[in-house]
């Protein structure tokens, strides 16, 4: 008896002291954590009595609480919400957090342990917790012209500064009104997240870096980084061009979308295939260099991470283990080559930026109410692409893309662009996808830019889509910039 007696209290201390250790380890190690979760109801409710700090472009207030006349105290508002919504995302109730929201929640409710201090003062002066300021890199005026400019066309669009790696711009269209969802009459936010969620349009995803797409012909940049660094290749090297590139293991050539020769020649120079876009030369390219070639090159302007994780991006993608057709259709772009935009921009960000790769970023700066600076980022380099010398070689020859081939509806009245259109298929039976990428000014960048359009339709499948439909958009994005 006395011994099952001790046997039962042994257990019961063990039982005590696993209790109290899983509780310190909860409390000095997860509370963070847990505070944080999207799920966390109790904390949420404490959360809604929080004077939540802004978000802030410049000085211009695009999010920001205020007073409310019921129990949660403050309401969340947004400026202009559907044109910043996939940056700042939504702060609801409900459902959670999302973008700048979620990724700053314990700077902008004022939990986070960098603010301790100042949550001592407020302690002390019977302020209520009042959240830091969160300053984002976007530039207005780009991210209002990139707007505007994609009109009614689902895609999105993105900014970039080549020396710093500041997102300038980054839009997705159909977007949607967080204002809706940050709602204190629940059941409409409860109706707008389930009509938003309906919708066959997705308006909440983040097109610009969540969705990956086959970037095609604008892929073709990165097969010619690949070209011009292994020593084989100059601008002017005369590369296989033909109407249709007989391939390896099939009997399916590759053709040109315009059933024509690269400009007249079976043998056209880099330069020219370029400005005309010709798959076959690049698929004559591709196989030369193979995927292993391809793989590093794409690896080195950023593909296979993931860039703005913060913001749940998605990372772009170069097949694994190709066979020879599938690595002539990867080096245009095509089969199982998949990128965000964002990606696409950080690829003429480097060229651009003499081939180093900077990481992209998006929040500039955290301060506390009275203006002190908690954080402030500060540019990083991710990867030196290529060589100085080859990026000058790729901007020679992308600046004839615009000045004469694909890309003329991105000119800019005395700038030199450099830039690359783009058009890819996207399913069987479903319009292309337009794409273009570009820098400028080509001898001085400030912005370098990718746009996609879906559902391109009316204009063919050549790289004529890219120029009409997508180019247009960086212009004027570019021209924000420039204040042009």
């Not at 204002?179 to 629940?186: E, G, I, Q, R, Y």
């Not at 097949?319 to 002539?328: H, I, L, S, T």
């Amino acid at each position: 008896m006395n011994s099952a007696i001790r046997r039962l209290a042994v257990a019961a201390i063990i039982l005590m002291l696993a209790l109290i250790a899983n509780s310190t380890y909860l409390q000095a190690f997860r509370a963070g954590e847990l505070n944080g979760r999207n799920d966390n109801r109790r904390v949420r409710n404490e959360q809604f009595s929080v004077n939540r700090g802004p978000i802030l472009i410049g000085n211009t207030l695009i999010a920001r609480s205020v007073q409310s006349n019921d129990q949660y105290k403050y309401q969340r508002t947004y400026s202009n919400g559907p044109l910043y919504a996939p940056v700042t995302g939504y702060y609801s109730f409900q459902f959670g957090r999302g973008g700048i929201e979620l990724n700053q929640n314990s700077e902008l409710n004022g939990s986070d342990p960098a603010l301790a201090f100042r949550r001592f003062v407020d302690v002390l002066t019977d302020k209520g917790q009042q959240g830091a300021s969160v300053s984002l890199t976007l530039n207005a005026a780009a991210q209002q012209a990139a707007y505007t400019a994609l009109g009614n066309n689902k895609g999105a669009a993105v900014a970039i500064e080549p020396k710093t790696g500041k997102i300038l711009a980054l839009v997705s269209k159909p977007s949607y009104d967080p204002n809706l969802l940050a709602s204190h009459d629940l059941s409409k936010a409860s109706e707008a997240w389930k009509s938003l969620n309906a919708s066959a349009n997705r308006p909440m995803s983040n097109r610009a870096i969540k969705e990956v797409y086959p970037p095609g012909s604008t892929f073709k940049l990165v097969t010619l980084a690949a070209a011009l660094s292994s020593g084989r290749y100059k601008a002017d090297t005369k590369v296989n061009s033909p109407a249709s590139l007989p391939l390896p293991q099939t009997t399916v050539p590759l053709p040109n979308e315009n059933g024509r020769n690269c400009g007249g020649s079976n043998n056209a120079t880099l330069t020219v295939a370029l400005a005309l876009s010709c798959n076959t030369a690049f698929a004559s390219v591709g196989l030369d260099l193979g995927a292993d070639a391809l793989r590093e090159q794409a690896e080195k302007f950023g593909f296979g991470e993931r860039q703005l994780p913060e913001l749940g991006a998605a990372a772009s993608q170069f097949p694994g283990d190709p066979n020879e057709p599938q690595v002539a259709q990867s080096a245009i772009g095509q089969f199982d080559v998949r990128a965000t935009p964002l990606q696409m921009a950080m690829v003429a960000a480097g060229i651009a930026n003499k081939g180093t790769v900077m990481k992209p970023y998006l929040v500039q700066n955290v301060r506390t109410p009275d203006l002190k600076t908690v954080e402030e980022t500060k540019p990083e380099e991710l990867h030196q692409a290529v060589t100085p010398e080859v990026a000058a070689e790729l901007t020679g020859m992308m600046v004839n893309v615009v000045k004469n081939g694909t890309g003329k509806p991105g000119q800019i009245n005395g700038i030199d662009v450099a830039g690359k259109t783009g058009t890819a298929q996207s399913a069987k039976d479903r319009p292309p996808y337009a794409w273009f990428t570009a820098f400028a000014p080509a001898n001085d960048p400030q912005i370098a830019v990718a746009v996609i359009i879906e559902d391109a339709v009316g204009v063919g499948r050549d790289d004529i889509a890219g120029g009409k439909l997508a180019a247009p958009v960086a212009k004027k994005m570019m021209e924000a910039v420039l204040g042009r």
